[in-house]
């Protein structure tokens, strides 16, 4: 099988001028994509660039023109680099043609495919490429579970650290768009010295981000059933609908009442037994679990679930044609309101 990667690892070959003869890049996520393509695209020196340096566009190309450039020996240079751009919009026959290259690659080529956009389903080309010693990298869509992790690392890259509301900020804002994300940081990164704690206020000054009224702080006043700042929140949301829709808000609050019913039945309620049952990553994530099992017993969260469901296909015009925001505070009333029985 072909040596499959993660993206840093691959960065850290590259930067170490650790290459392989075949490369293909493909995946649904285009960030890491993009910044791999600059990478090979810097794998030569500027005096190499004019004679060993190829970029070639799949759909413009055929397999036989590609196979004929890495068999041309490099000028005036140790190696030359192939790169052939939008692989995902040409068949699997037009890698088939590519499949003797790929199994016997010239030493002094780096050849890259770059399938941006789309994932390249062929178990024969993988056969080749782990033949000729290539490498392959996936470039997956970014879980929602794994988007506050990636968020802390690319901020500890940047020499900064950063508190758990601004995290969730964050997140809140972003979603798992990569793009998004490493934006938002930068601009952060510009206007903050080094070592600096990335804060709410951080947040709310460089992104424009609402440290007071955001879905990280409905959800805490949900847990603390805070009925005047849940209020408050909403009718900032009913205020910009664009950017804060119900559809977007409510499973977070789904995720809530779920985590919540796992940690009334969790035999360990110790900080480290929560988070071991939740599957959260530092402490900070407990916040609104702790005042939620003191505020909401288990039948009510069971029906705060419920709810949220009947809200959730409701909104989707299931049963109802009434205004989203006014059924979302219609759900935020059952929330507050279901009793503790059958």
């Given at each position: 099988m072909a040596d499959i990667v993660t993206y840093n690892s691959l960065r850290n070959a590259l930067a170490k001028k650790n290459y392989a003869n075949v490369y293909l890049i493909h995946g649904e996520e285009g960030y890491y994509i993009d910044r791999l393509a600059e990478l090979f695209d810097g794998i030569l020196a500027d005096f190499e660039?004019?004679?060993?340096?190829?970029?070639?566009?799949?759909?413009q190309t055929d397999s036989a023109t590609v196979a004929d450039a890495c068999r041309r020996y490099p000028m005036m240079a140790d190696r030359q680099v192939v790169i052939v751009k939008e692989a995902q919009a040409v068949p699997v026959a037009w890698f088939n043609k590519l499949l003797p290259y790929l199994e016997q690659p010239v030493d002094t080529t780096v050849l890259v495919i770059i399938a941006r956009g789309a994932t390249v389903k062929s178990a024969t080309l993988t056969k080749s490429?782990?033949?000729?010693?290539?490498?392959?990298?996936?470039?997956?869509?970014?879980?929602?579970?794994?988007?506050?992790?990636?968020?802390?690392?690319?901020?500890?890259?940047?020499?900064?650290?950063?508190?758990?509301?601004?995290?969730?900020?964050?997140?809140?804002?972003?979603g798992a768009d990569l793009s998004r994300i490493y934006n938002e940081i930068d601009k952060m990164t510009v206007a903050l010295p080094p070592n600096a704690m990335v804060t709410p206020e951080a947040v709310e000054r460089n992104i424009g981000v609402s440290k007071d009224y955001n879905n990280f702080e409905l959800i805490a006043a949900i847990a603390r059933r805070d009925t005047r700042?849940?209020?408050?929140?909403?009718?900032?949301?009913?205020?910009?609908?664009?950017?804060?829709?119900?559809?977007?808000?409510?499973?977070?609050?789904?995720?809530?009442?779920?985590?919540?019913?796992?940690?009334?039945y969790a035999?360990?309620?110790?900080?480290?037994?929560?988070?071991?049952?939740?599957?959260?990553?530092?402490?900070?994530?407990?916040?609104?679990?702790?005042?939620?099992?003191?505020?909401?017993?288990?039948?009510?969260i069971i029906k705060n679930i419920s709810a949220v469901r009947e809200f959730d296909a409701q909104s989707k015009g299931i049963g109802s044609r009434v205004d989203q925001f006014d059924l979302f505070e219609m759900l935020i009333f059952k929330l507050l309101n279901n009793p503790n029985c059958p």
């Open positions: 660039r004019d004679f060993n340096l190829y970029t070639m566009y799949a759909p490429i782990a033949k000729g010693k290539g490498v392959i990298f996936e470039s997956k869509k970014l879980a929602p579970a794994a988007v506050a992790v990636t968020i802390r690392e690319f901020i500890k890259e940047k020499g900064l650290s950063i508190d758990d509301k601004a995290l969730a900020m964050l997140q809140d804002y972003v700042k849940i209020y408050q929140i909403i009718n900032y949301f009913r205020r910009d609908p664009k950017n804060h829709q119900p559809v977007v808000t409510t499973p977070l609050i789904f995720n809530f009442f779920a985590n919540l019913l796992t940690a009334l035999p360990d309620k110790s900080e480290r037994g929560l988070m071991a049952e939740l599957g959260f990553k530092w402490p900070g994530q407990l916040t609104d679990i702790r005042p939620g099992l003191t505020n909401y017993k288990p039948w009510q």
